[in-house]
């Protein structure tokens, strides 16, 4: 179990299953110390509008001993790397993922050097925390070129688990992500595992990687205290 889990949908999303305040519930009674809560952003069908993301304000960030951050998960929408949630409103929260996502504009059928070229222009043109499940099934791309980028702006890379779950036997998929292991570790860029939970009971469970014997360095791992400290500075902007 992760005390740290910073990719997690509630209902908002239009395709998750429990409140915010079923989420923070959980997490306590799991003695979680840090989540996120990250809807998708407005493009993808039934997810909430991108005034949501400004009323997030609202929810306290530490309840108990739990650390709650105000996050989204932005959809690239183009081959130019553009989010479906306005700056200004990004600025404001504590912490923002962009992925691709189907059910979204992103264009279909696109290639490699389209999708990699998307995140690299997305990563350069927004202040991104963290490129969720950076290499997908439908949307491959050259993962040390997205590495690399992701380094010189300073973004996590995703391990994602609620996709690991699903292409546990797909061993193109599970290479993906020790390769991307091993490009982060040459490049030093920081790894987060997320469970992307849609349903509580999720939320920090990453039992997978040990079954699929998955291992990373622990200094490009996302912990507590580089997530504390990283959070200061971008409150500090
Ligand atoms: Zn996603
Ligand atoms: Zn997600």
């Known amino acids: 179990m992760n005390k740290l889990d910073l990719h997690i949908h509630s209902i908002a999303s239009g395709h998750a ?27 993808m069908k039934r997810a909430p509008h991108a005034e949501y993301f400004e009323m997030l304000n609202r929810i306290p960030r530490k309840v108990g001993q739990l650390e ?12 130019k790397g553009s989010l479906d949630i306005p700056k200004e409103i990004l600025k404001k929260l504590d912490l923002v993922i962009a992925g691709i996502h189907k059910l979204t504009p992103y264009p279909k059928s696109t290639t490699i050097n389209e999708n990699t070229n998307s995140i690299i222009n ?45 292409y546990k036997n797909n061993q193109k998929v599970v290479n993906k992500i020790q390769e991307m292991i091993h490009e982060c570790a040459i490049h030093e860029v920081m790894i987060v595992v997320s469970s992307d939970a849609h349903w ?38």
């Open 17 to 43: 299953f429990n409140t915010v305040h079923e989420i923070i519930t959980y997490s306590q009674k799991m003695k979680m110390e840090m989540i996120a809560l990250t809807d998708h952003g407005p493009s």
């Open 122 to 166: 997305a990563i350069r043109n927004n202040e991104l925390d963290i490129i969720s499940h950076p290499w997908r099934l439908e949307f491959p791309i050259n993962l040390k070129q997205v590495v690399i980028e992701a380094g010189k702006y300073n973004v996590i890379l995703e391990i994602n688990i609620s996709l690991l779950k699903i």
């Open 68 to 79: 709650i951050l105000s996050g989204c998960e932005a959809n690239i929408i183009d081959l």
């Open 200 to 237: 509580i009971y999720e939320i920090g469970d990453v039992a997978i990687l040990k079954e699929l014997n998955i291992k990373i360095p622990k200094k490009i791992l996302v912990n507590l205290k580089y997530m504390k400290k990283r959070l200061n500075e971008r409150r500090k902007k």
